[in-house]
């Protein structure tokens, strides 16, 4: 073999084992839950079934939480896959991660460190989605959507549950408009959060997926088996309650009938809004109806210590 046609086959090696120039690198901040390594497969694998092209998984920032089991039980398992299966780096800390990539992912499972955390990045410039929790309470979560506007920095933070197909059809008026909506999902309860930031969140953002933002008050009770119930009133009369339960799922009561919605279609869509996201720099979901979301679930602790009392959410952002 003649010299010309070796450097022509180490050419072509080149291309196919480098990323594209304009394959977006993503930092993740925080290996303690099981989002990362599912996130990262969907990304970084190009032979899975629901790869999402056009961005990898690069870098990483190991972060833990000492004092809460489900975060430093866990974070070594999936970092060790990280780094082994996928060749994530590690890098000591946020400041140094963000010269390093291109769009960063906030995945610690506990909240509470977010909003340090997204204080760093969006310093950077950098894209920024936050995994749910956004943060630990409500006035963080609204730091740190008041810090990335300050910066003129695009943020987004939104459950998986929110981009299910069922749910999604409901809110785009598929079936008329939405009169009332009921949603389910897991409500685990982590002592270091309010109650529905920890798991509630999900059959919440289904629940504000489906009626759209305008929530003006909440009031929570149980259900007959002693579940979390929480009912919330909108700006227009309807009513929209999430209550806690073993699955995920809910009934949209629309103007042509009753339609299943809030159910889980896995962390593909999400990821695939994410990417999308970072790519344009415009969230799939506006700042305020997150907020609403956290403002409904903080309200419901509210109510929970006021015997069931009625609360009206303070709306003002700013």
Known sequence: MNNFRIIWLLLAASIIT?????????????????????????????????????????????????????SYSR????????????????????????????????????????????????????PLYIDKPLAGTFVDCKKIYHLAKQHKVPIFSSSSLRFSKSTLAARAGKHGKVLHCETFSPAHIEPHHPDLFWYG??????????MGPGCISVQRGTTKDGKIKV??????????????????????????????VGNYDGYAPLV???????????????????????????AADESKSANGKEIFLNLDWK
């Open 231 to 260: 009912t919330g009133k909108w700006n227009d009369g309807r009513i929209g309650i999430f209550r806690e339960s073993n699955g995920y799922g809910g009934t949209a009561k629309c103007e042509t009938g009753k339609y299943p």
């Open 272 to 298: 695939k809004e994410i990417i999308k996201f970072f790519i344009s720099g415009k969230a799939p979901v506006e700042d305020r109806e997150t907020l609403e979301i956290y403002a409904f679930m903080n």
């Open 18 to 70: 480098f990323p594209q120039a304009n394959e977006i690198r993503i930092g993740i901040i925080g290996l303690d839950t099981s989002h990362v390594t599912a996130f990262t497969r969907i990304l970084n694998d190009s032979s899975a079934k629901d790869h999402i092209p056009g961005a990898k998984v690069v870098a990483a920032v190991k972060d833990s939480s000492p004092d809460i089991k489900a």
């Open 75 to 126: 974070v070594e398992k999936f970092t060790a896959e990280l780094t082994g299966k996928w060749g994530v780096k590690l890098y000591p800390n946020v400041k140094e991660l963000c010269k390093q990539v291109d769009a960063i992912m906030i995945e610690n499972v506990d909240g509470r460190p977010h909003l340090k955390h997204a204080f760093k990045v969006i310093k950077s410039g950098k």
């Open 201 to 210: 969140i999900h059959g919440v953002e289904s629940l504000f997926t489906v």
